[in-house]
Structures are given as C-alpha cells and as structure tokens.
C-alpha cells in the first residue's frame, strides 16, 4: 500500500460527459501529480500541484482541469468525454522539497471508461 | 533530463537473477538514476535510485558504471511477481518536485 488513495477505481461514463477523479495523497506529501495511461501507451504526465497551487503542466488537454484543496487532496475533472479518453489514470504524491530527490508514491489508479 | 534507452522485453526464469540494463551514455554529474516497476495496470512503484555508488535494497540492486553511462538493476532472485515493466528514469538531483518523465520500459517476464 503506497498510501496514495484514489476514487473510484473503476468508472464507466457515456461520451460528452463529465467526471471528477479524486486522489488522497500520503499523510505529509505536499505535492500530487496526474498521469494518464492508454492502452499499451506509456504514462503521460497531464499536470501538478504543490501545496493547492499549480506546478507544472503536462499533456492536458484543454477539457481536462485540476485543482488541489487546502486539505492537500486533489481532483482531476474530465469534460466533454470522447472514446479516446478511455485509460488508467494515476495520481501520484511525493514531499517534494526544494532539494530533495524523493521518491514518487503512486495510487492504484482509476480506470476510465468511455462508452 | 539524459534520454535512456532500454530493452523493449526480456525473460528471466524464476529464481535466477534478473539484470535489467539501462543506456544514458548522455548523463549529467549532477543527475541520479532512479528505476520504478509497474506491475500490469497498477500504479508504478519505486524500486531504487543512484548517483554514481552502487545501491542495495531490500528489493534490488543498482550497479552504476564507472564513467556513469549505463546502469544495471538487478533482481537477485526474481519471482514469478516481478513480471513487470521497469522503467529506468534519469532526473536532476535536488528537482524532488518535479514530475517523473517515464518512457517505454523494459516488460520483464518471469518465468516459471
């Protein structure tokens, strides 16, 4: 157990839809990121937050947002659902000082399906 | 961050140690190799990381060579449940907040 929590771990959603993806990172982790995995695709990075204040951005799509509560949790919003977004989506956290080169715990994932 | 290269699949029989190799002729002084694993559709987990000693852990070791160019993780004895990807990552020391980029792996099999 990573200590990373996500819900749901499984989701089946019709296309134009919209659905909110939640992650609880590990007690003390200041930082969460998202990842979105395909089928037989690598894992991509979307976007990161640090401390409720967004860090970086990756491949996200303009129909996709994030946000970080003051709680530290985060939630990954999926809009306009079409078949292609379909995949595992992974939510990682780590204490991500400055300085430091932590290791990255990751959540078992949420399967997203879009029918 | 250096560009790795790794093979796309390799197969190890169970209880033989299985030495993963990992290619990043480009590498920086200042910059580790970490590895991490998924396991099929789970979350990746981190295994190992390293600047340029040898590291053990209670799962694997990490054998850097000398001028820092290529690495190798070893499963000393591999399990039927080390069947996985491995992903050999390099990133820049002191970047803890930034996120993992990952590429496409070696698919280990083990073997019964």
């Known amino acids: 157990d990573s200590g990373v929590t996500q819900t749901p771990k499984h989701l089946i959603t019709a296309t134009g839809q919209r659905v909110t993806l939640r992650c609880s990172p590990r007690?003390?982790?200041?930082?969460v990121y998202w990842y979105q995995q395909s089928l037989d695709q690598g894992l991509q990075f979307l976007i990161q937050?640090?401390?409720?204040?967004?860090?970086a951005k990756g491949n996200i799509l303009e129909r996709f947002s994030a946000q970080q509560f003051p709680d530290l949790h985060s939630e990954l919003n999926l809009s306009s659902l079409e078949l292609g977004d379909s995949a595992l989506y992974f939510c990682?956290?780590?204490?991500?000082?400055?300085?430091?080169?932590?290791?990255?715990?990751f959540g078992q994932g949420t399967r997203l399906t879009v029918v | 961050d250096a560009k790795t290269t790794q093979p796309t699949s390799m197969d190890c029989a169970e209880g033989r140690a299985a030495n993963l190799p990992c290619n990043h002729s480009t590498i920086s002084g200042n910059e580790y190799v970490y590895w991490y694993r998924q396991i099929h559709s789970q979350g990746p987990q981190y295994i190992i990381h390293g600047l340029k000693n040898n590291e053990t852990n209670e799962m694997a070791s990490l054998i850097i060579t000398e001028d820092r160019k290529s690495s190798t993780l070893i499963l000393p004895h591999a399990t039927l449940r080390d069947t996985a990807v491995y992903y050999c990552?390099?990133?820049?020391?002191?970047?803890?907040?930034?996120?993992?980029?990952f590429g496409s792996g070696t698919r280990l099999q083990v073997q019964p």
């Open positions: 990682a956290s780590s204490v991500a000082e400055e300085r430091s080169d932590t290791e990255a715990f």
């Open positions: 007690s003390g982790d200041l930082s």
């Open positions: 990552i390099v990133r820049v020391a002191g970047t803890g907040r930034r996120a993992l980029t």
């Open positions: 937050y640090y401390n409720g204040e967004e860090r």
